[in-house]
């Protein structure tokens, strides 16, 4: 089984449709992108109607939460330039664009030739959380024993990482295609190739034109701070 993992594509089509061709030439199985499809970025209507074309698996992350549910976008509101552009986000979004992104779930599961395989944003608890891949081998075996699971993957974070636990499980963050935060630039794509006795992660760094994803930024008058984001790696 050979799946493809995306995550957190917030708005870039630049970067999205950088990352299919990647997808399509590892020729996978299944793609699953872990949600936060909207937020930060200028192309959320161009997103979405990529990933619905394209039949792509999609999870619930917080910014997807956060523009299509009002009660939870008044109940707390962010603070800074993220709830800036979910605001300007509800308002380009149409009802049907919302009402897409409602039918996500924040979980999912796949059964797998090395075991079963859960997926989430942020935490297996929350879209909203955060779970970190940084513990101890003992914490982290401890959760895929709690939820039945030899591998997990988390998106959320930004970060790509990989985990390969002392028991043989996996925990996995495929980073972000539309806005990575691990000092290279670029959008992340994440090609897991499962078999019964062992499991193949390739962890893909994709370029693409940065200019002109950082022209819509600008054109739609959202936070300049974006453009110098998507172009680092890292916000300063």
Known sequence: MKLAFISDIHA?????????????DSRVDQVISLGDLVGYGASPAECIEFVRNHSITCGLGSSDLRVSFEG???AERRKGISEEVLEWTRGVLSK????????FSPTGRLMTPYGRLRYCHGSPLSPEGRLDLSQGSKTLEDLLTSLNCKILVCGGSHIPMVRELRNGGYVVDPGSVGLTLNREP????????IGEQEVKIKMHKVVYDFHAAAFDILAWNLPPVLVQVIQT???S
């Open 12 to 24: 870039n089509i630049h970067a999205l449709q950088a990352a299919w061709r990647v997808i399509q």
């Open 72 to 74: 939870v976008a008044k």
């Open 96 to 103: 049907e664009d919302k009402l897409y992104l409602q039918s």
């Open 186 to 193: 670029g959008a992340d794509v994440c090609i897991m190739d």
């Open 233 to 235: 790696g890292k916000f």
